[in-house]
């Protein structure tokens, strides 16, 4: 339960610090640590506690030496990786809980937070899984990111009627005035869930492992932060309405049932590894008028279609990038593991860091750019090279040859593709969602067949050269496939 995304906010570093660094004046009682903050103030807060067990009440004042000390904060990292407490009950004299301060503490399942609680910070109940319910006092005026992620089994959180910070409606936590979606707890049951109308912004990690299959996002929603549906294992599909304008980092890492993303024309800004690990995604469908990005065949570019941001492990077996593409982004099309052939423009330029990382079932890359396209860091790491055969252009190998990574490859010059470029009959379906017509263009005469998922043929045509019109209004909503020449295309029928 502890794998969270990839850019980790909490390091080992951090912990060790902790650990080694030691402030002037510490002492224990009850195998809890207390670091002394200020001699001539008489503060304490609580250091860290790796031995403490059980039961944990936290005095509002510890002696030492003859000195009273006040409680006033739990330290950073005080009860990281303990699985030995069980309960902790803070006094009203603590102000603070540092960052990570129960981190990974595996068996706390009760956790009683007085009035006088002014913060909670960063990672404080970061991976609690034994947590059920968590209640927010009045005086709680701020709460950091991640405070409660990767706690799976929060079912609710309840917050103090007269904050003036926060409020609670039916166990999900919000900002006071209904704006921002702080935390929807990870173990609250149901399947479905409509985000209110008041929120402008779902938080870091605000609905990440819920347990939902379906979530509605509302047209007041502007921003998508960063890792948002992390590890959201049973959504299947998600419409950005028009009014975000960003989708955080990771917003969308490790849904693996999702099947179905549209943007919408308002988005502005798609972070990085935002749709990584979703080996389930079909197509992702842009709206037509958005300024910034688009989507081809279920692919996502950027508008000028120079870099393949995203790129749906489903779509298909065999796939030909647009003749425009110059980048393939960061993590674009790593662990496509239906991919056996990939066929890449003479426009191509980079393949950025991890893009195709981990595409270990393919068999024929075909490249047409005369000049090897430079490789970012593990760009083809974790594929068999050795055994894949990479088709250049006449007079190219030896370029090929020459450059370390490409030249691990099984390299043929092929002189069909001075023409043809990588040899696949070109075919435009637009658009790729659709509650009424479809409609396609291709060079030569072909037959249409269309099946839903299961495999069902729903309907067959024959296609003239040129523009085609295919009307599915009167088909259930759902993706479809058609099957073109030999090739299989996806579109999304509402």
Known sequence: MGNFYQKSIFTAAAVVAANVFVLAQSFTINKVRYDVVSAADKTVKVGVSATATGEITIPETVQNNGTDYRVIAIGENAFYNNEKITGVELPSSVKKIDANAFMNASELSSITLNEGLESIATGAFYSCPSLKRVDIPASVSTIGDNAFTDSWFIAAFKVNEASQHFKSVEGVLYSKDGSVLVKYPAGKQGDSFSVPNTVKKLGTAAMEGSRLYYINLPNSLETISEAAFVNCLRLMEIKIPNGVKSIGVNAFLSCISLQVIEISESVETIGQQAFLNCPKLDIIYVAENNPKFTSEGGVLFDKAKKVLI?????????????????????????????????????????????????????????????????????????????????????GAGDAYKATAIWKEFKIEEDAAMATSENAKTSVKIYPTQTSGSLFIEQENPAELAIYNMSGQLIKSYKLSAGKNTVDISREAAGIYLLKIGGETYKVLKR
Not at 311 to 325: H, L, S
Request: some cysteine; aromatic content about 8%; proline content about 8%.
């Open 310 to 394: 995203n790129f749906p492990v489903m779509i298909g077996t065999d796939y030909k990038m647009p003749a425009t593409v110059e980048e393939i982004g960061r993590y674009s099309m790593s662990n496509a593991l239906a991919l056996n052939v990939l066929r890449l423009p003479a426009s191509l330029k980079k393949i950025s860091r991890y893009a195709l990382f981990g595409s270990k079932n393919l068999k024929t890359i075909y490249c047409a750019a005369t000049i090897p396209p430079a490789l970012e860091v593990a760009a083809l790491d974790q594929m068999p090279r050795a055994n894949i055969v990479l088709k250049v252009p006449v």
